[in-house]
């Protein structure tokens, strides 16, 4: 069922959702949290609505939707409540804010708030820089952003990373899930030896592959390297050296990974991208900071400079160890100068 409820207060949508739970019988008592919803009104408004009804499946919850509308307009909340098969297992709140009344999505949200009940404010587009001093973020013990949303996905993790306080996360972070338990768990077999470094390939502009590769400079004390490639989307690879061989996970299609390591079979293992409502399901189930997040935001630094898609200069060292540099202006004259630079040409096309 759903309810229109033009140019209307916060006041009357409270008194018409009593209305409904009077005349339907719908209660709020199982409703475990409210979580609310930060976008501008758009055609991806219903798609963040669909991916909060999913989660109330498992997360039953008031939803508040600020959608922003035209800021030129003139100052109205146009508001609409969705109830029974059309909010899932929750009761939806739609906000359209006109006008001045655009940035008061506080003022419009807090007579509507569930008492005694947990906020989680998400931003499924683009979000503030800090989303704990947004006003909307300041009232929510869980602040959910997603990088990938973002005109510059890697930028955004950066200033993340200098913004963050205990409560933020990322769905970017979120979707590394499954990569991170099977890592953990292919390092759970023996052979037991240190890791000695790190590659991780992915898309140039993967917040998820930066996160990935920040997570495993921080935990293993290890160089990582972040390759950037236009193959696939979002990671593609993770290599771990080892003393007796490298542990490798691939993903190349973004749906099947395979698992190698020295002294076991390759395995195949399902690594399908995971949507936005997984993710929100699986952020939605716990309310306390997350220290494993913000060991990776605080491991980017740690990235070895071929992070940046550059080769290092050792890579570019011929195998012999020697530099191909121009041999002096004598060096012609003497016989065994040609055979020298012979080598060094040699040893760059190897390496390129």
């Known amino acids: 069922m759903i309810i229109d409820l033009p140019s209307t207060t916060a006041s009357a949508l409270n008194k018409k ?23 501008d009104d758009d055609a991806k408004l ?21 959608a922003k509308g035209a800021r030129t ?8 409540i969705r109830v029974g098969g059309d909010a899932g297992a929750s009761e939806v709140i739609v906000l359209r804010l006109y006008g001045p009344l655009a940035a008061q999505g506080q003022s419009a949200v807090v007579p ?18 800090a989303p704990a001093q947004d006003p909307l973020g300041e009232i929510a013990q869980r602040r959910i952003t997603d990088s990938a949303a973002e005109k510059s996905p890697i930028r955004s993790l950066t200033t993340r990373a200098k913004s963050y306080v205990e409560g933020d996360t990322d769905l970017a972070w979120t979707r590394l899930t499954h990569w991170r338990a099977q890592l953990v768990s292919a390092l759970d077999l023996p052979p037991y030896e240190k890791i000695t470094g790190a590659t991780v390939t992915g ?37 771990l050296e ?27 293992i399902a690594l399908q991208r995971r949507s936005n409502p997984e993710c929100l399901v699986e952020e939605l189930r716990r309310l306390d900071p997350d220290e494993i ?10 990235i070895a400079p071929s992070a940046a898609g550059k080769t ?23 016989p065994a100068a040609k055979p020298a630079k012979g080598r060094a040409k040699n040893a760059e096309k190897s390496t390129s």
Do not use: C, F, M
Not at 58 to 66: D, F, N, Q, T
Not at 112 to 122: E, F, G, M, Y
Not at 255 to 265: D, E, F, I, S, Y
Not at 322 to 332: D, E, N
């Open 112 to 129: 509507l708030l569930l008492p005694d009940a947990p906020i989680v404010t998400w931003w499924p587009e683009a979000g503030p820089k």
């Open 242 to 268: 080892r003393r007796s061989g490298a542990v490798e996970l691939t993903r190349p299609d973004g749906r099947t990974g395979t698992l190698t390591q020295p002294g076991q079979p390759t395995r195949r």
């Open 203 to 239: 898309e140039a502009d993967s917040p998820s592959t930066e996160l990935l590769a920040g997570w495993l400079a921080e935990y293993l004390k290890a160089p990582v390297k972040r390759i950037k490639s236009s193959s696939a989307q979002g990671i593609i690879s993770v290599k």
């Open 17 to 39: 959702l009593v209305d409904i739970r009077e005349q339907g019988g719908q209660v709020a008592l199982g409703r475990v949290l409210t979580l609310v919803i930060v976008a």
């Open 312 to 334: 290092t200069a050792a890579a570019a060292k011929p195998k012999s160890g020697r530099t191909a540099k121009a041999p002096a202006k004598a060096a012609p004259a003497k």
């Open 73 to 80: 307009a003139a100052p109205r909340i146009d508001g609409q």
């Open 293 to 302: 997040y913000e060991a990776a935001l605080h491991g980017l630094h740690k």
């Open 46 to 66: 219903e798609d963040a609505i669909e991916a909060a009804n999913d989660a109330s499946r498992e997360h039953p919850s008031r939803v508040i939707v600020v």
